[in-house]
């Protein structure tokens, strides 16, 4: 029987490096059948649902793992992860100080450990677990892209830029470096820095469909409305997922009040599947042309289907309060 589970976990392991994940899965659970207790299986399993983004069933998995063996590092830094997935950062922290207590010399349970500090707000205990990562592993550009992010919360654009280029220089592809530290600034609406790290990461790979996307996404924050239609068509060349773009470039046309070109846009991005922002501009399209009861289907439409989403029943209210004559005429959806 030991044989056979041992031989089992070769095939799944095998299957998990080949990227078959059903067929690794349904080899986990046949281990299981012969012996409930093997926590590779267990492990194993939870490592899939883990990829899969089940959080739950990942940390189950794992928690079952460590009722038979509660050392066992593999389960509790793949609990850590799952929690973190879930949102819950103090049973994320709780489980990688485990891991930590058993392998105190780690750098990427220490670089977790910091993430999960600087989440909380906890910044300079977060700065000191960066610092232990990079002193047992100065190479770790997770641990330098925090040091880089917790710079920039604390003002200073420049430090932060040095933890940057310090990832780009060690990284063996710079353009993902690059992009990276772009996006932090673009998410800061450093727009300026953010489009000079985008437009190196594009010399070194011109059809990079993340820089120019970020790129294009900079260009709109700065009003620049016909540049970032221009590079976002470049993007979506480049593989940029369609309907996010032409989403995006239907909004910079509503910007430039080009309501036409702005309608062909979302369109088009909606006989590519249904997507909610594509719906809600041509809400705002119908508005501009005083098409009202059209917008207002659309929104009500909206309103149904994604009846969680606090922007969309903020764009309602806006749009009821502005046309209040309207809201008796709002279309009734059946739940």
Not at 25 to 44: F, K, P, W
């Amino acid at each position: 029987m030991k044989r056979n589970v041992v031989s089992l976990g070769k095939i799944a392991h095998k299957l998990r490096r080949e990227g078959k994940l059903r067929e690794a899965e349904e080899t986990y659970i046949q281990m299981l059948r012969i012996d409930s207790d093997n926590v590779y299986a267990l492990v194993g399993l939870g490592d899939l649902k883990r990829g899969a983004r089940c959080f739950e069933e990942a940390a189950d998995y794992y928690k079952g793992c460590l009722e038979i063996e509660k050392n066992n590092w593999h389960a509790l830094a793949g609990l850590g992860d799952a929690y973190r997935g879930l949102g819950d950062l103090n049973k994320a922290l709780e489980a990688w100080y485990r891991c930590l207590s058993l392998r105190p010399d780690d750098h990427r349970t220490m670089t977790r450990v910091a993430d999960g500090l600087r989440k909380k707000g906890e910044l300079e205990n977060s700065k000191k677990y960066y610092f232990m990562a990079l002193e047992k592993y100065p190479f770790d550009p997770y641990a330098l892209m925090g040091l880089g992010q917790i710079a920039l919360e604390e003002g200073d654009d420049n430090e932060a830029l040095d933890f940057f280029e310090r990832v780009i220089e060690i990284s063996g592809n710079p353009v993902i470096g690059l992009t990276s530290a772009g996006n932090i600034f673009r998410k800061r609406k450093a727009f300026g820095k953010a489009i000079v790290l985008y437009e190196r990461a594009i010399k070194f790979d011109p059809g990079n469909s993340h820089a120019w996307h970020g790129k294009a996404d900079c260009l709109r924050g700065m009003k620049k409305y016909p540049s970032a239609i221009e590079a976002w068509e470049i993007a979506l060349e480049h593989g940029m997922d369609q309907r996010a773009g032409l989403t995006r470039i239907g909004d910079s046309y509503i910007s430039l009040n080009e309501l036409d070109l702005a309608e062909a846009s979302y369109r088009k991005a909606i006989t590519m599947g249904y997507d909610k922002y594509a719906y809600l501009g041509i809400s705002k399209v119908h508005a501009r042309k005083d098409a009202l009861h059209k917008a207002l289907e659309i929104l009500s439409m909206l309103r149904h289907r994604e009846s969680e989403d606090q922007r969309i029943s903020e764009e309602s209210r806006r749009f009821l309060e502005r046309y209040p004559e309207l809201e008796q005429s709002t279309p009734i959806y059946a739940n």
